[in-house]
């Protein structure tokens, strides 16, 4: 490659995407959710997720013997302690026994 002569111009454009570079997305995870019991109000505790998280969607999974989990679809930045903190704020809902991570990938 040929030396250009002349002036350099630094030129910013945040729009344009550089095939192969490094950026932020964002994570697509499941958290698994147990109640305390099966007496637990299925229909309260998803309005309490919905309000402490972003969910994007909550389907019920039968466990056995009454008790139903909760799993949730939620989607974060890809930054550290994004997944966590999702964690940490589902567990401390009233009537939450557990929240779990179960999947995450990439969106």
Known sequence: MLPVQGAEYRVYVPEVRVPGAIT???????????????????????????????????REEPIGFGLVALKAAVVVPDS????????????????????????STLV
Do not use: H, T
């Open 80 to 103: 550290a302690g994004a997944p966590d903190k999702v964690e940490a704020a589902l567990q401390k809902i009233e009537g939450v026994a557990s929240a779990e991570i179960v999947e």
């Open 24 to 58: 932020m997305g964002n994570v697509a995870i499941i958290v698994k959710i147990m109640p305390e019991s099966p007496d637990v109000d299925r229909e309260a505790l998803k309005a309490a997720i919905r309000a402490a998280v972003p969910v994007d969607d909550i």
